[in-house]
């Protein structure tokens, strides 16, 4: 399983690197870390291996692709050939498919994640694909002490997993951005409506996960006969609203994964 070998340690490289410290999943000792532009929080971290030399590469057991979809080949032309022939490749690139990681690091068994940023405060989500065995527990190892695993039976599904889960998190941030534009339109001060905004969004999103309930059960508790809160689900479920708004947004995060891979 270990050592564990970081290709890139941008937002989610990093924020698995958060995530893993504070669950104590491995020891900085484990791990090593290839980027051209380092950090200087990672280059701090006493024990963590970052740019070893190209000999070191072959002790890693397991290798987490962290790049973008479109410099991916590239960090797998430099790292393959240092390489340990049984190193497990696991993947975090969206759209691109095992079987071209595969060929492009000589054979090697691949497994893919789709994450979200949460994985930095070990609440995080992952789908997770691969055909070998081994591979997927590998994968499992890695994303289980930060994050809900969801494991998926076909490829295609990542595409789906990301317009709905990888991507998602943007789309909630958006919304409170929304709501807090919202509210100063309807005369809250700034620092006011970013407070109501937030802080209501976090609760409410706490209790989801806490109570267990169905969000639509959720939303009837709020909802009085004939109130306030009918009075806006009307517009943001109407035959426009959220419903279709959200399907097209999922369709078209799905789109673009395909054309990344
Ligand atoms: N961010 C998310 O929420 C999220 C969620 C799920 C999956 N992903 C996937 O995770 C991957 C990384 O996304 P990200 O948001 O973390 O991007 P990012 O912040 O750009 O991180 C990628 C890192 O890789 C470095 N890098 C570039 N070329 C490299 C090479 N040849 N070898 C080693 N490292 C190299 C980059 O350095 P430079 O910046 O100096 O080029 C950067 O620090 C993507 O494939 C994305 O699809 C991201």
Redesign the pocket.
């Known amino acids: 399983m270990t050592p564990i070998l970081?290709?890139?340690?941008?937002?989610?490289?990093?924020?698995l690197i958060d995530g893993w410290r504070k669950a104590g999943a491995f020891a900085l000792s484990d791990l090593m870390v290839?980027?051209?532009?380092?950090?200087t929080e990672l280059q701090a971290l006493a024990g963590l291996a970052v740019n070893p030399p190209d000999e070191e590469l072959g002790r890693a057991k397991t290798v987490l692709?962290?790049?973008?979809?479109q410099?991916?080949r590239?960090?797998a032309a430099?790292?393959a050939p240092h390489l340990a022939p049984d190193a497990v490749i696991v993947?975090?690139?969206?759209?691109?498919s095992a079987a071209d990681i595969s060929r492009a690091f000589g054979g090697r068994h691949v497994a893919r994640?789709?994450?979200?940023?949460a994985v930095a405060i070990g609440q995080g989500t992952a789908s997770l694909y691969a055909a070998d065995p081994d591979a997927r527990a590998r994968a499992h190892a890695l994303f289980a002490p930060v994050a809900s695993v969801a494991d998926l039976d076909d490829e295609d599904l990542m595409h789906a997993a990301?317009g709905v889960s990888?991507?998602a998190?943007?789309y909630l941030y958006a919304f409170v951005e929304a709501l807090e534009a919202a509210g100063v339109a309807a005369g809250l001060s700034e620092d006011v409506s970013k407070t109501l905004a937030r802080s209501t969004i976090a609760g409410a999103a706490a209790l989801l996960n806490a109570s267990g309930e169905d969000p639509a059960e959720l939303r009837r508790q709020v909802t009085s006969p004939g109130g306030t809160t009918q009075a806006a689900l009307e517009v943001l479920m109407a035959d426009d609203g959220f419903g279709p708004l959200l399907e097209k947004a999922v369709a078209a995060a799905v789109r673009r994964s395909k054309e990344?891979g």
């Open positions: 970081l290709l890139g340690a941008g937002r989610m490289g990093g924020a290839r980027d051209p532009h380092p950090t692709l962290a790049v973008k979809p410099l991916w590239e960090a430099q790292a993947s975090i690139a969206a759209g691109v994640v789709m994450p979200t940023t990301t990888g991507s998190p943007a990344l």
